[in-house]
């Protein structure tokens, strides 16, 4: 089979740049929402001291080399979101931000290496109103591109309808009949044993070494993710705290966190935190990312001291990232990612 023509070749690149088009538009729709709403735009800067510290989360490494020789390793970052918190603690009450971001190991039909983020933050406001901005903005990108209906792989979901709102808990037993928190204490420690034997039950597979996490992300991804966003978009929200490093525990129930992920024909589009501010805390969930980190993959991240130092002063807020590539893609139609860069990587590897 002949190679696939490079995407800068003309006829490539013609039967590309309709999407281009619509993904300047739409981008230009969005600055347009954050100006009107008191919103200040921030680049923040790509080089940092810790990539992040998520387990699963994969960086690429670099390193500065100073005039003299010496030699400091950095990472390109994969969310811009410890500079966005550090500029909320420096007196900033609402930004927004698009940012290059890069993450390793990512590759697919909705995976780039490097993509644009869009993360926005509301200092003193409640994660509710994050939700409402992903309802309004879904509506608008729909509007800009000319679209009534997005669409992905078959699904569809009508963007003018106002999203779903439903907690974890309630789509566990919803798509797997799994009651989720009889699993996690009122602590926020979680029980594998009980989890894997709600699994069984329910017909999906457990192996021996499953950790929680890992029976937690079965469900999600094999019942849950594949029925949401569908018709109208949907808001799944109140994480476990397990499964929310980085934000605050919900004032009705310490074993699920103000964490909600948003939803598009069965596509992740958003991801959101009532911000967690306790920089000890913060500090105990860092260790406990990096420790699992080294046990699955053998290498941990550095983690930003500053950026903890900056929790300490930080005000309450909420912060969301969406992936503004897949908004995209969704709003024009695109079946892959490359189609809506406007200069994808060439694959690399296998």
Known sequence: MPAASPWWTPHVHADRRPFLMARNHIQAALRGFFAERGFI???????????GNEAHL???????????GDRTPLYLHTSPEFACKKLLAAGERKIS????????????????????????????QPYEALMRDCG??????????????????????????????????????????????????????????????SLQAAGLRVAKDDTWSDLFSRVIVERVEPNLGLGRATILDEYPVAEAALARPTARDPRVA???????????????????????????????????????YGESYPVDEDFLAALALMPEASGIALGFDRLVMLATGASRIEQVLWTPLPEIGR
């Not at 735009?41 to 990539?51: C, F, W």
């Not at 994969?58 to 003299?68: D, I, K």
């Not at 993450?103 to 290496?113: A, T, V």
Request: glycine share 6%.
């Open 97 to 124: 931000c698009f940012a290059h971001v890069y993450r390793n190991r990512e590759r697919g039909p909705l995976h780039h290496p490097e993509f644009t983020m869009l993360e926005w933050y509301r200092a003193g």
């Open 41 to 51: 735009e921030v680049d923040t800067a790509t080089l940092q001291v810790s990539p």
């Open 258 to 296: 103000e964490r909600f992920e948003f939803y598009a024909c069965g596509v992740e589009l958003a991801n959101a935190f009532g911000e967690l501010t306790d920089p000890a805390e913060q500090a105990r969930r860092f260790a406990a990312e990096m420790a699992e980190k080294m046990r699955v």
């Open 58 to 68: 994969h960086a690429f490494a670099t390193e500065a080399v100073s005039a003299g």
């Open 136 to 197: 309004e903005m879904l509506a608008l990108a729909a509007d800009v591109a000319g679209t009534r209906t997005l669409s992905f792989r078959g699904r569809e979901t009508d963007p003018f309808q106002e999203p779903e709102r439903l907690s974890v808990a309630e789509a566990f037993e919803r798509f797997a009949g799994i009651d989720l928190l009889s699993s996690i204490a009122p602590d926020g420690s979680t029980d594998a044993a009980s989890l894997a034997a």
